[in-house]
């Protein structure tokens, strides 16, 4: 019996991905951890509007 000897390899860190939808223009985005910190930082990239966390869906 041979075991401890499978490396594998993980695949990439997980890529958070997040889909935000807009509630001033409804416009859904499919966005990463860090394009979510920016849009709670500077608002929706379509219309400007600030948003929250509610805003984004796993
Ligand atoms: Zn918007």
Excluded: H
Aim: charged share 25%; hydrophobic share 25%.
């Amino acid at each position: 019996m041979s075991d401890g000897s499978s490396e594998r390899s993980e695949s990439e860190e997980s890529v958070d991905e997040y889909s935000f939808t807009c509630p001033a223009c409804s416009q859904e985005i499919s966005v990463n951890s860090e394009m979510k910190t920016a849009i709670l930082a500077n608002g929706c990239p379509v219309c400007t509007e600030s948003v929250d966390t509610g805003c984004f869906d796993t």
